[in-house]
């Protein structure tokens, strides 16, 4: 059945369209259809070996990019839905925000970050981007996905001014400070939601952080004194997971009743009105926005500078600035393909075009296959 849209949500039948001019689908809408080139690609089965902030071998139920993207489209749908938004559309986003994550998460990202500093850089919103638009090699007709403008538009969170220069229509709003459809900024806060949670369940399971340690936040805290005192006898883990469950749960009722009242104290007449907004609707309560800052200091400070994840976090900079370092001296480093690309590049647009595809490569691989091709070197 037709998901029943607000006037302000994004209708596939007025999307803004493909790059690559396409006949319509036909049985599904324009967003599906965008949603399951999505899932049908490599870069999105890759997400399953891909960390978030434990590598991958660390254990087998802790989150990777994959379990993310599903976490997120899963909260993102639940609010559109009852929001009226196009929850086809926040799916196929929410399922490509991470296509272009390096290995070995924000580490990685900032290693090759590093590595690329003279040749453009590297920022993994733009590499999601690049993804879908060049990278993924699968249909005759055209390069990349050929998604919809709304699906690129809410992928492109986040981007330097100067590279917005060179995005075209989608740069734009970066450049006019202008807001994305209400499903990009859905997909974006979802994504909060779902890393700062599950960042905890991680951090609790792995036992890098502990309960003590949380009831410093008056956000945890009002939840841990409701649980302990529903449920006195029940196990640290149970404790664990109803804790992070509530804290789900309470994030997603402020965001909903919040951006709701927002919406409709604005009442845009349609999309194109949401993006000429100077600011977003879709976001917390103030007192909210201040626990969440709470939780990702404690976060910060606990755990991702926490002397294990931090061996981690140079391990992994070790390894892409070796390997980047390897292949950049020497593209026939990288297989046939990647090696032709690489020296194709370089003749065209320098150094810097080699660099690129270079960097392409290595943040196609997932954790292990950056380990195992760092011990080959
Ligand atoms: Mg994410």
């Given at each position: 059945m037709e998901q029943l849209l607000a006037k302000y949500a994004a209708n596939p039948l007025q999307t803004r369209g493909r790059k690559h001019v396409e006949s319509p689908p036909t049985g599904r809408s324009e967003f599906q259809r965008d949603r399951d080139r999505v899932i049908h690609s490599a870069a999105f089965r890759r997400l399953v070996y891909?960390?978030?902030?434990?590598?991958?071998?660390?254990?087998?139920l802790y989150r990777t990019r994959l379990t993310h993207s599903l976490e997120v489209a899963q909260i993102a749908r639940t609010i559109a839905r009852t929001m009226s938004l196009n929850e086809d559309l926040v799916e196929a986003i929410s399922l490509s925000h991470d296509l272009g994550h390096t290995p070995f998460g924000h580490a990685g990202q900032d290693s090759l970050n590093t590595c690329m500093q003279n040749y453009g850089g590297f920022e993994h919103n733009i590499q999601s981007l690049r993804v879908v638009e060049v990278l993924e090699n699968r249909y005759v007709d055209f390069k990349g996905l050929n998604l919809t403008f709304e699906t690129r538009e809410g992928i492109l969170k986040h981007c330097s001014l100067k590279n917005a220069a060179t995005l075209g229509k989608l740069g734009m709003r970066f450049i006019k400070r202008h807001q994305p459809s209400l499903e990009a900024q859905l997909a974006n806060v979802a994504d909060e939601i779902a890393y700062n949670n599950h960042d905890v369940d991680d951090g609790l399971r792995s036992g890098l952080i502990n309960l003590e340690q949380l009831t410093n936040i008056p956000f945890f805290c009002e939840q841990l004194e409701r649980v302990r005192s529903s449920y006195p006898n029940i196990s640290k883990t149970q404790t664990n997971h109803e804790i992070v469950r509530r804290m789900i749960n309470v994030s997603i009722t402020d965001l909903l009743s919040t951006s709701q009242q927002m919406v409709n104290r604005i009442d845009p007449s349609s999309a194109d009105e949401v993006r000429a907004l100077e600011k977003p609707l879709i976001g917390f309560s103030e007192p909210f926005i201040e626990g969440q800052l709470a939780v990702k200091r404690f976060l910060s400070e606990a755990l991702y500078r926490h002397p294990r994840v931090q061996r981690m976090t140079e391990q992994a900079t070790e390894v892409v600035t070796a390997l980047f370092d390897a292949f950049i001296e020497k593209y026939d480093g990288m297989p046939d393909e990647h090696a032709q690309l690489a020296r194709q590049s370089h003749k065209e647009t320098g150094i810097a075009g080699g660099a690129r595809i270079v960097a392409d490569y290595i943040a196609g691989m997932t954790d292990r296959f950056a380990l195992q091709t760092y011990e080959e070197l």
């Open positions: 891909k960390t978030q902030v434990f590598v991958n071998h660390e254990g087998d």
